[in-house]
């Protein structure tokens, strides 16, 4: 297995999450027509056609332990199949401003698990770069369309679903901790397997988990309703999500300490932003142009090396 230089590493974290967000905001018409976990189950599908060969074991592979084969079952189970579930439900339960601003954690989730679990000793800037982080998301979250009139959480729901926002808070929260200890479990797996096999196997497990909700989805499904243009956003979300951005996370996670990837998901609203300007005619505000340079100065932060970023403190001292 070649290491990548750090430089490269960084740039695998940077594309990974910024295409997570591209998906993300080009997969709204999807959710629209297709059941949340029949389309999980199909992005797992094509994503493990897609990468077949990658389950083959390598030659100078060694064999994997008891404990490798609960990680990758954990891996999945949490960052695929939990955090979807989790983040789905929760967003019903409340509003997009209220998981933008849970979701702006996440880098500080991270950050506080690699120190628990992974015994990393997380530098003093990477803290600063993980509170810039945070306040650069929950900035974002707060600044869009919805927070110039925005209402208690479910406000304009059902009473029910106004009762039941407590849960949808929790439910973000667990999110927030699948999603951390996906990138932690991550890391702790770059040291047993190839990124190529770390990702072919935790799809065909969310492929497995996903199977019986899907089937049941697909049951009562009208598919020839579904246009072909559909069809080939759901092709390459399933590529996307199961394959690209794992690849890409895994492989830098190999170089760079989980705390200091986990700067980098500033970039998945960042880049789903972006691409609601540039390709579904959206506009940005003042203030999350702020919050965008606040979140992309925490990766700068994190990625320049040592003695640059003293420098560079320094003279803004």
């Not at 750090?6 to 997570?20: D, G």
């Not at 389309?39 to 060694?62: C, N, T």
């Not at 009208?222 to 080939?232: C, L, P, S, Y």
Request: proline share 5%.
């Amino acid at each position: 297995m070649t290491t990548p230089s750090r430089t490269v590493a960084y740039l695998c974290l940077a594309l990974s999450m910024s295409l997570v967000g591209s998906y993300v905001a080009l997969s709204k018409p999807l959710a629209a027509v297709l059941p949340v976990f029949l389309l999980a189950w199909m992005r797992f599908g094509i994503g493990g056609l897609a990468m077949l060969h990658w389950l083959r074991k390598p030659a100078d592979e060694p064999p994997m332990t008891a404990q490798t084969l609960r990680l990758l079952f954990l891996e999945s189970f949490l960052g695929n199949f939990l955090f979807t579930a989790c983040m789905i439900y929760g967003v019903s339960l409340t509003n997009a401003v209220t998981a933008g601003v849970t979701m702006a954690s996440m880098p500080a989730a991270v950050a506080v698990m690699s120190w628990a679990f992974l015994r990393e000793k997380v530098a003093p800037r990477t803290w600063v770069a993980v509170g810039c982080a945070v306040v650069g998301i929950a900035l974002f979250a707060m600044a869009g369309p919805s927070a110039s009139h925005a209402s208690p959480a479910g406000a304009d729901a059902p009473s029910g679903k106004t009762q039941l926002a407590w849960l949808g808070q929790l439910l973000l929260l667990g999110a927030v901790v699948c999603e951390a200890a996906y990138s932690v479990i991550g890391k702790k797996l770059t040291g047993a397997l190839g990124p190529k096999r770390i990702t072919s196997i935790i799809n065909l497990w969310g492929f497995t988990l996903s199977a019986p909700l899907g089937l049941y989805a697909a049951w009562h499904f009208d598919f020839a309703a579904v246009g072909w243009g559909t069809w080939v956003l759901l092709v390459f979300y399933a590529l996307a999500a199961s394959i690209w951005t794992v690849w890409l996370w895994m492989t830098g996670l190999r170089v760079v300490p989980a705390a200091q990837g986990g700067v980098f998901t500033v970039l998945l609203p960042v880049s789903a932003a972006l691409v609601g300007v540039l390709v579904l005619g959206e506009s940005l505000s003042g203030l999350q142009l702020m919050a965008f340079a606040i979140a992309l100065a925490s990766v700068l932060l994190a990625t320049l090396p040592s003695r640059l970023a003293w420098r560079v403190g320094r003279k803004s001292g």
